[in-house]
């Protein structure tokens, strides 16, 4: 009897009591991370009937009352099975709605901002429910604006949080890269009276002050030193890239990251190629992208950017482009044209918004890109011509066992001739030191 009561004392129930609860929560934990969909369809099913047997108690009229019991009914009936969108002319299957039920067509489909957590509620902010709104959900799907894995049914694999799926959920800003694919051209974008896109409207205006064209191109415009943003990077497969030396843990190997850290990051960590020749019978040198080490807001719009630029095979009927902008004709000056032509053509992205020149040129002669202001100087009109438009394909090393310097001076001749040519030079004549 001692022995027992010594066990009940009121202090140790409360303390194992407390132990139980929290093995009890811990396990409520483990068991809500292996839900499956049948989980979040009886949770939704149970709680539109909650809702709707409190709207019939409180309905102020027999006619709302009628309707309330209407709805009723559906939802007592509503099947607990796979739900599916499939969008015949983007040629997508999605099965969020499986676990989003609120957004089923064929469902009560009263989706309610009443449940505040996702996947029962309807986003709570009016720009995305009028984004919703204007984009029939069986025309349109869900994965063709927020990717992720359209047939999985499982909360991480439909989010495309798992190995090798191409297409994780898009979040934030990303999402407006979406938008693009189909809307203007990466123009205006009006949500509310509101421009959507306004990110991707900002990044274009930070690639063109950085001269990215002048080694990248977009869509074969633009610099041949790298690679083509739009018909390669934007579509790059994971499996083409090395993460090795990104820093980033394996979970967050995306093809966004990939980006993004090009422009966080110094390149020459990134790909920090192989100059003396440890693994290449030829040496390599580092990437050659200068480092920007730009804040994570530039560096994710620049991203949303990139990746708007795929090539999706979504067909023309949904599709509402505008014509590109046209290309101002006439100038103040010749000068004016000149500086024109210098910035649409990338010049700046090896010579310097300012032709100061200066961009790290590995194993080059004097480790950076030329001077032009003071370079100009020593050249004749006729010869500014001549090196324009031939270039100069090969770059002497400083070290002659080290690797071949990454930049080189391209030739423009296909791209920059006549009139746009003479003003060019008569620009670069014009800033001379
Ligand atoms: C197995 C159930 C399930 C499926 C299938 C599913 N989701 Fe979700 N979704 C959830 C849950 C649970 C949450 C909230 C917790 C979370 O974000 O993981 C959620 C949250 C979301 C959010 C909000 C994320 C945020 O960070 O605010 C979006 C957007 C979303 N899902 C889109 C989708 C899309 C698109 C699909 C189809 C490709 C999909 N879901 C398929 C269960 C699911
Ligand atoms: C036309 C593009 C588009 C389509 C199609 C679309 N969505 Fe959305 N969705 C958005 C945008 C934009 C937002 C707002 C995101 C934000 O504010 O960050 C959003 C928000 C959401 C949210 C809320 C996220 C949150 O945190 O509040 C969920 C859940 C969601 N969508 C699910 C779906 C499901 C399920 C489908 C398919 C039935 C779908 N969406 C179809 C563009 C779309
Ligand atoms: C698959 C292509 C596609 C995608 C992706 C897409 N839209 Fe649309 N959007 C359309 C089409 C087509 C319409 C015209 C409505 C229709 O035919 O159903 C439309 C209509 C709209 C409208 C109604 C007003 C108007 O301009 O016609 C808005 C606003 C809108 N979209 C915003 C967005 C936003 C924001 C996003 C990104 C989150 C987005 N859209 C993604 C194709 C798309
Ligand atoms: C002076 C030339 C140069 C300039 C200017 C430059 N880059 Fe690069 N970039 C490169 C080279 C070379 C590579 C390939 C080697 C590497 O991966 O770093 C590259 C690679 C990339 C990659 C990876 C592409 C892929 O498909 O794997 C991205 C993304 C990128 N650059 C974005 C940018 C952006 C955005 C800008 C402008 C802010 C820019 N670059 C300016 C030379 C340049
Ligand atoms: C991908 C990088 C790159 C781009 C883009 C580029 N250049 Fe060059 N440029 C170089 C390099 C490297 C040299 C040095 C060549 C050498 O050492 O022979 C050079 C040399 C020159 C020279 C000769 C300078 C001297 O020191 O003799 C001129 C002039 C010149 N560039 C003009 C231009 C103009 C104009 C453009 C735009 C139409 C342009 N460059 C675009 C890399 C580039």
């Known amino acids: 009897m001692k022995f027992l009561s010594s066990i009940f004392t009121l202090r140790r129930l409360f303390l194992w009591g407390n132990v139980i609860l929290l093995v009890l929560f811990i396990g409520n934990l483990i068991k809500d991370?292996?839900?499956?969909?049948?989980?979040?369809q009886k949770?939704?099913?149970?709680?539109?009937?909650?809702?709707?047997?409190?709207?019939?108690?409180?309905?102020?009229?027999?006619?709302?009352?009628?309707?309330?019991?209407?709805?009723?009914?559906?939802?007592?009936?509503?099947?607990?099975?796979?739900?599916?969108?499939?969008?015949?002319?983007?040629?997508?299957?999605?099965?969020?709605?499986?676990?989003?039920?609120?957004?089923?067509?064929?469902?009560?489909?009263?989706?309610?901002?009443?449940y505040k957590d996702q996947p029962f509620s309807a986003p709570d902010n009016?720009?995305?429910?009028?984004?919703?709104?204007?984009?029939?959900?069986?025309?349109?799907?869900?994965?063709?604006?927020?990717?992720?894995?359209?047939?999985?049914?499982?909360?991480?694999?439909?989010?495309?949080?798992?190995e090798h799926w191409e297409k994780p959920l898009l979040k934030g800003v990303l999402l407006q890269s979406s938008c693009v694919q189909?809307?203007?051209?990466?123009?205006?974008?009006?949500?509310?009276?509101?421009?959507?896109?306004?990110?991707?409207?900002?990044?274009?205006k930070l690639v063109q002050e950085a001269g990215c064209i002048g080694c990248h191109q977009v869509g074969g415009e633009g610099g041949v030193i790298s690679v083509d943003f739009k018909d390669e990077t934007s579509n790059k497969p994971l499996?083409?890239?090395?993460?090795?030396?990104?820093?980033?843990?394996?979970?967050?190997?995306?093809?966004?990251?990939?980006?993004?850290?090009?422009?966080?990051?110094?390149?020459?960590?990134?790909?920090?190629?192989?100059?003396?020749?440890?693994?290449?019978?030829?040496?390599?040198?580092?990437s050659g992208m200068p480092p920007y080490l730009m804040n994570e807001k530039d560096a994710d719009a620049i991203t949303a950017w990139i990746l708007g630029l795929k090539r999706t095979g979504i067909p023309p009927q949904f599709l509402t482009l505008r014509p590109a902008a046209a290309e101002p004709t006439t100038f103040a000056s010749a000068v004016a044209q000149g500086r024109h032509v210098y910035e649409k053509n990338g010049c700046a992205a090896c010579h310097g918004a300012d032709a100061r020149g200066g961009i790290r040129n590995y194993n080059s002669q004097s480790g950076v890109t030329p001077n032009l202001r003071r370079a100009v100087s020593t050249y004749t009109r006729d010869e500014l011509r001549e090196k324009i438009s031939e270039g100069a394909p090969f770059i002497a090393r400083h070290d002659p066992s080290g690797p071949q310097p990454p930049f080189y001076m391209p030739a423009w001749k296909s791209k920059i001739k006549g009139d746009e040519m003479e003003s060019l030079i008569t620009y670069l004549l014009s800033i001379k030191e």
């Open 126 to 162: 009016d720009k995305a429910l009028e984004i919703h709104k204007a984009h029939d959900v069986e025309k349109f799907g869900c994965v063709v604006c927020h990717g992720g894995q359209g047939l999985a049914t499982e909360v991480k694999a439909a989010h495309g949080e798992v």
């Open 239 to 286: 499996s083409r890239i090395d993460f090795t030396h990104t820093g980033l843990p394996q979970d967050q190997w995306t093809l966004a990251n990939w980006i993004k850290v090009h422009l966080t990051q110094d390149p020459a960590r990134v790909t920090p190629g192989d100059p003396k020749a440890a693994f290449n019978t030829e040496p390599i040198a580092p």
């Open 43 to 114: 949770e939704y099913k149970r709680r539109e009937i909650a809702r709707l047997e409190a709207k019939i108690a409180n309905a102020p009229s027999a006619d709302l009352k009628d309707t309330a019991q209407q709805e009723l009914k559906i939802a007592q009936k509503m099947p607990i099975e796979i739900r599916q969108i499939w969008s015949q002319d983007i040629n997508t299957v999605d099965r969020c709605i499986t676990c989003h039920v609120g957004y089923d067509p064929l469902n009560n489909s009263s989706l309610t901002t009443e």
């Open 182 to 204: 189909c809307h203007d051209n990466h123009g205006e974008l009006l949500v509310k009276g509101e421009v959507y896109t306004s990110e991707i409207l900002r990044a274009k």
């Open 33 to 40: 991370q292996k839900r499956g969909w049948q989980w979040y």
